[in-house]
């Protein structure tokens, strides 16, 4: 049985003492959960404040984005062996909001998944449509091609440390949810891809988690679907009041 994630992805959030003030906080909330795994995703600059404060207890901590390159004269930008250094056991790649402002495409993406994995962290890459793409009837042609592209070159014994986030664009953000029913289908069509690019096992142990306007009042029906592996949520995790309880909605 997969064992459920959910991770608070704070964006561009938090001073460096209020990420370690919210962490603080869900260290004390979530002491009896030890049949979830929690991931906090902070700015960069609260990294290494977070990652102390987390020491020796179950939370994870993830980056929001990379570069994929080792080290070098990339202005600017962070590389995957140096979000290790500091701490990170994750990292998320191709996030909508990097894929539409910073117009990242699946090539670097791809790129990106090399660089996390090879450096041993668990990429959590995002895919989904946008509303338009949706409308139109595209919504599986677009994951497709979202997932083929962005893990092309990937092995099955790397897959191991990759994890999917279905993240319905028209979703983010928005306080628009897919309903549970729209979500299981993109799930459980992103497995059966998964199960013919990596076969049977790579997709029966991939966890995939929703993302999109989740809440503590819509986790439930979302994190009980079968294909729904945990959940990547904005907005409703920058306070602990918001996030414990979906992350308890979590529990089996
Ligand atoms: C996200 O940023 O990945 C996200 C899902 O945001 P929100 O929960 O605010 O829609």
Same mark, same amino acid.
């Given at each position: 049985m997969r064992r459920k994630l959910v991770a608070g992805?704070? *964006?561009?959030? *938090?001073t460096v003492a209020e990420a370690v003030a919210l962490v603080n906080e869900l260290k004390k909330e979530l002491a009896d959960v030890t049949d979830v795994d929690v991931v906090v995703a902070p700015v960069f600059t609260a990294l290494a404040a977070v990652a102390k404060a987390i020491d020796g207890t179950p939370l994870g901590l993830a980056a929001q984005n990379c570069y994929p390159e080792v080290t070098g004269a990339f202005t600017g930008e962070v590389s995957p062996t140096l979000l290790k250094d500091v701490g990170c056991r994750y990292v998320i790649v191709g996030h909508s909001e990097r894929r539409r402002i910073f117009q990242e495409a699946d090539d670097f993406i791809n790129r990106k998944v090399r660089a996390v994995t090879a450096e041993g962290l668990q990429a959590i890459l995002c895919v989904g449509e946008t509303l338009e793409e949706r409308d139109a009837g595209k919504t599986f042609d677009i994951l497709a091609a979202q997932i083929e592209n962005s893990l092309r070159g990937i092995s099955a014994a790397t897959m191991e440390r990759v994890i999917i986030a279905y993240e319905p664009v028209w979703a983010i953000g928005t306080g628009k949810t897919a309903t549970a029913c729209q979500a299981q289908e993109a799930h459980r069509f992103l497995r059966e891809l998964l199960r013919k690019m990596h076969g049977v096992a790579t997709a029966a142990a991939i966890r995939i988690l929703y993302g999109g306007s989740v809440k503590a009042d819509n986790a439930a029906a979302l994190l009980s679907q079968e294909d729904i592996d945990g959940a990547l949520v904005g907005?409703?995790?920058?306070m602990a009041a918001d996030f414990t309880p979906i992350v308890k909605q979590g529990r089996n």
């Open positions: 992805n704070w *964006k561009m959030h *938090k907005g409703a995790s920058l």
